[in-house]
């Protein structure tokens, strides 16, 4: 017969099974904080708010209200997300295209290439970047990445590349959406490569080794066999830096300009993406008497949390589908 479990064994599993279940439970509170406080929004613009440009608190002075299913609002308010929205889609599309080929650089550099000692320093030098304060990357942004898109970059795009609509002048000051986007691109850089050199170095040896012994070049190697096998690990860790690019907010407020009811006419105009808008306007919304503008705020928060945990939920799914289109293994099998 079993004996019972003594009371601090009961006691560690009850208090390690709580602690696990602390992190679903933060996440149902927040989410379902931000939709009450959220509710009046939600009453009074329906679902025009996700593809409406205008965001107007009205007029605050006036005195004269509007009542629209049961809320009250400034007379003029109107509120609409759709220029938030693609600010933050474009920023973190150029960030995935800028960050993604270096990241998988340095971990291919890391895992393949250096030696052992050097690819370790390298890798503590990538990591390094992820501690540095995202207000720090973006006063460099302002610094140095918005005056050399404004004297250099941008001018070489728009002559070299200016048959394309959207990347044709004018370049304008250097704060926008390209400045935006790579400064991101910086900030993301360590989360992509972390993952994916771990999931590079995964890859059994003996598959690199059957590689090596037909003949085929360290190049080959790593596009046949390499990456083909680590290739839903390296997309979850380009998931997770999308994710993380579309909810920085310090560093892209300082360097995307701020738009607010303008959508992006090409590459660098200004933009305003939905977490840097939150910290923008906030101050302004709090004037407003009757809490409405405070509300579409975190209506627009409540949209951006519920986009980027879709973003975190397709990390499982997507490596799930990839790994079943069939990954070469050792032998030769597929997986």
């Known amino acids: 017969m079993s004996r019972p479990a003594p009371w601090r064994e009961r006691l560690v599993v009850a208090t390690s099974g709580m602690f696990a279940a602390s992190g679903l439970f ?53 509120y609409g997300i759709l220029v938030f929205l693609v600010g933050t889609l474009l920023t973190s599309l150029i960030a995935l295209v800028v960050a993604v080929p270096v990241a998988v650089g340095v971990a291919v550099f890391i895992t393949e290439v250096a030696p052992a000692r050097l690819g370790a320093a390298v890798g503590v030098l990538v990591e390094l970047l992820a501690g540095v304060p995202s207000v720090v990357f973006g006063l460099w942004g302002v610094e140095v990445v918005a005056p050399l898109v404004a004297r250099d970059l941008g001018p070489f795009l728009a002559r070299v590349l200016g048959f394309i609509p959207f990347l044709a002048g004018p370049v304008g000051s250097g704060v926008g959406l390209l400045s935006a986007g790579l400064v991101l691109a910086v900030m993301i850089i360590p989360i992509i490569a972390a993952v994916s050199r771990d999931v590079l170095a995964r890859v059994p040896r003996d598959m690199k080794e059957q590689g090596l012994a037909l003949g085929v070049t360290r190049w080959e190697l790593v596009r046949t066999i390499i990456l083909p096998y680590a290739r839903s690990g390296i997309i979850a860790a380009v998931v997770l830096g999308l994710g993380r690019a579309m909810g920085e907010t310090m560093a892209v407020l300082m360097v995307s300009g ?77 997986r």
């Open 258 to 334: 701020s738009a607010v009811n303008i959508l992006p006419y090409n590459i660098y105009s200004p933009v305003g993406t939905m977490a840097a808008t939150i910290v923008t306007l906030l101050d302004s919304a709090m004037t407003d008497p009757t809490g409405m503008a405070v509300h579409a705020l975190a209506e627009l928060a409540l949209a951006l949390f519920i986009i980027t945990l879709m973003v975190n939920i397709l990390v499982p799914v997507v490596t799930a589908g990839v790994s079943l289109i069939g990954t070469p293994r050792a032998g030769g099998d597929k």
């Open 26 to 78: 933060f996440l149902v509170a927040v989410l379902a904080v931000m939709s009450i406080f959220a509710w009046p929004s939600i009453r009074f613009n329906g679902w025009p708010f996700l593809w409406r440009i205008p965001w107007n608190v009205g007029n605050l002075y006036g005195g004269s209200l509007v009542v629209h299913n049961g809320v009250q609002a400034p007379q003029g308010a109107e």
